[in-house]
């Protein structure tokens, strides 16, 4: 290879790295829109841990609930924190009605959130929920490592997470993302 | 009606944006002196439309016209009339058009300033701006239009995002976009200069003042958003590698290395290809750090949500102009030769290695924080954290440091090092005093040695002004008189460079703050860091949107006063949102930080910091800024600018 040549290539190196990035770039929003990539699906410390430990009070009448009912009740389970300020959280609900239709059973937390606001949250956009319990001043959302609201956990058969979901479900995201994980872990 | 107006401004923005792109490149082929004359006045016309669109916008916001969706979703009649107005670019759309303002400014700017030009560079740099503007505008008219109508409009907006309702971040984006934007005058510069197949001394020249300009934006936009994130997010951190923050770093990583560059393509024409690189990189960067945060591809707390067709819009955009360029350098750049030749050691191989280290520092930052996203790509997940970026950004910093305060003093061409340290002795070893005093005062390496590097910075900083003094070898007087006589930019580099050392002092001092999370009651005291805080009591006061829990904090040492705080907690009822408003009292050397959190069975909870030289960090970004803004009034360096406007404009 003379100089000329090795100086073109040289020259023509970055257009080939921006080339390469693009590519990346494209595949994953192409992912994206197929719905195989998602960068909500948030990596957490929990993922392949058990769940922490909490012990919570209930959203009346609900009866409150600890990490060990969880895991001692049907599983896989999802556990979701919502609450009645949060769009996306109206946003989900619908969602997370199909999903308990289906029979997954869902454990509500309410996340910072007054008694009076989350009942009629319930009574307003329905109830796909277990039980409620409330996370009044956040600190089990602490140890859950809570990004935002709302965000669900997945709990396998032996009490591990699985997957943790922060953003709303959508019908998309169920298709994509929860359905094969609860039909695996079945 | 002022809606459809600020419409059709935009959509002239585009049309005359078209002209701009093509007639001045073909007059400048043609060598047609009517088509390359038409350029500075398209530049100029694209600016006026812009002016008036963005007037629009915001003259929409400000009569809480809520039948614009963009102003229905982030304003509200019950906000301050400044948050009105900043509210226009608090959102995806808004920010978009004022992207597409700040270049059409950036046109604008050279169509005045470069009068000096030759006609066929000025009509290929206004040409190559007006190709990247009808893009992004033809983008926000078809894809984002702030200005959609919403029927029937709502009683009361939505009002913006109460984490936005603050001033250092309502004043945040223009800042920052000054920066990144401003990257495209040189890049335009890059661009013509390929077309050309020209780049010669005069092209440095002309480049320096602009990229010295947007790198001054970028530096102070970037300071103030780490400066935000201290104080508002009350974290008590000011810099969390979350990729916007490091989105931002890598255009001034290259940008600081064009700069420098530039000066050796002015002063010894040599390194003219990769300075073109380097142009194009930096500006490729801030676009790719500007729109791959709204392709939805990242997760960040900062990011906006996006519909995946504007993804595929922008991301086609961004292969246009960045493919573009980087295919006519790898076909242009080839048959530019170098023409200067110099010793390894010199200034411009200290020039050389600072461009190294800078790229590298660039590329370890940017392989960290694209790293996630190509493990996406092969489905398994990670993440990449501070640790990765403090164990491999660090190492580089210490040579780029030590090479900071050694190259001014190297002369051009060839050099002996030998002479040149003897020349830093006395720098060198207040430096390492003060590292050894602090070691051992302090017993923490890291902070002991970054004070250390810091002394070595300032003071290293100033030995090229001691050197062309000559204090102590002439009389004061005379040294006096030469100190006078020195150029601005002599003065603008060495207070830039102090600057850095500033910065790193207070990150040196950052590694030493202390912080503890409390849960109290009225009345009790913490132990904490040598100070007592003593929480006084808490009540509610009204805010105009908001109503805020707030603490009272008595802060003593040694039974003495030191200070009263009230930090709070603002509950924004209309967006269900609540902010924390930290209190900080600061005597520069340290930051007493105490942010909020909630209440729970008459027990608060307080997070209390001892930040140690905090306001350093930021302080040190703004001495960097004005460095160089001082280095741009310098007469000198100002190319274009009519002889007039230069007499008026610098102080004798």
Redesign the interface.
Known sequence: MDA?TR??LL??A??GI??V??G??????AR??QGT?D??A??SMLIGKPLPTFSLPGQPPSAGFANTDVTAGKLPALVNFF?S??VPCIEESPTLMALQAKGVPIWGIAY?DSVAATTRFLNTRGNPYLRVARD???RTAINFGLYGVPETYVVDRTGIVRLRYAGGLSEDSVRNTLAPLLAKLA | MIPELGHFALALAVAIAAAQAVLPIVGARANDPRLMAAAPALALGQMIAMLASYGCLIWSAVVNDFSVVDVAENSSSAEPLFYRITGTWGNHDGSILLWCLILSLCGGAVALFGRGLPSALRARVIGVLGIVSAGFLLFTLTASNPFARLWPPPIQGAAINPLLQDPGLAIHPPILYAGYVGFSIPFAFAVAALLEGRVDAAWGRWVRPWTLAAWCFLTCGIALGSWWAYYELGWGGYWFWDPVENASLLPWLTGTALLHCAIVVEKRETLKTWSVLLAIATFSLSLTGTFMVRSGILNSVHSFAVAPTQGVFILGLLALTIGGSLALFAFRAPAMAATGVFAPISREGALVLNNVLLCSVCAVVFTGTAYPLLAALFHSDLSVGPPYFHLTVVPLLVPLFLAMSVGPVLPWKRADLLPALLRLWWAGAIAALIGIAAEAGLHRAFASAGFAAAAWLILGAFAELVERIRLFRIPLANSWARLVAQPLSVWGAAIAHAGMGVTVAGIAGMSLAASTVVAARPGQTIHFGGYDWKLVGLHQVPGPDYTAQVADLRISRDGALVALVHPSLHTFPQQHQTVTDTAIQTNVLRDLYVALGGEQDGQVVLRLHVNTMAPFVWLGALVMAAGGALSLVDRRLRVGAPAKRGAVGVPA
């Open positions: 000329t100086r073109r020259m023509a970055p257009l921006a080339a990035g693009s990346l770039f494209w595949t994953l929003l994206m829109q990539y960068p909500h948030l990596k609450a300020w949060c910072k009044a001043d956040g």
